[in-house]
Each structure stands twice: as C-alpha cells, then as structure tokens.
C-alpha cells in the first residue's frame, strides 16, 4: 500500500465517523468537545514521551496519531482543505522574524 494523501485520510477518517455515529456535519457535533479530545489526546503524547513510551499501545506515536485523527475529523467535519491550510502556515512561517530570545522554545 502506498503513502495516503490528507484528502484520502480525510475521506477515510470520515468513513469511520459515519459508520460509527462520531458525527459528520457542524450540528451534530460538540466543538468544544471535538477541541477538548485533540487536547488529551496531545497531553497523552506528552506523557507517553514523558515515560519513554514511544512505541504500542497508549505510546508517543499512536497517541500523535489519535491527535491528528481528531484534528482530520474536524477538518471534514468543516470541510476544511487542511493540506492547503498547512501548506499556507509554511508559507508564511518561511519568511517569518522568529525572535529566540522572548520565546521559551529551544533553537539550535
């Protein structure tokens, strides 16, 4: 099988969502809700890492993979082009002035 585009992992996830109520349209949703899970699901990698958890079950990577899965479902959900968003974000971030010193980010 080869690499699955965002738009085939959007159709996909989608698939997923309707055959198992997780809601397809605006109104049948709790955004809030949809925002909260992203949220745990990123605090989950965290503390995966945190443990040296990077592989299996509840590990770093599989816990990154049900952030973006949740953040692809809303993306369908709102028929949102995220390729197209993210593509844009590099875009703009190229020509970006990152001030190291007032950001708490390492920089090498």
Known sequence: M?????????????????????????DEVDVAEKIALIHSEVSE?????????????????????????????LCGIFDIDIEKEILEKIEHNRDRDWNWKDMNEKHS
């Open 45 to 73: 990698a965290f503390e995966a890492y945190r443990h040296k958890n990077m592989d299996g079950k509840d590990g770093f990577k599989e816990e990154l993979g049900d952030a973006v899965q949740r953040i692809v479902h």
């Open 2 to 26: 080869g690499k699955t585009t965002l738009d085939q992992l959007v159709d996909i996830v989608m698939e997923q969502a309707r055959e198992n109520g997780f809601g397809t349209e605006p």
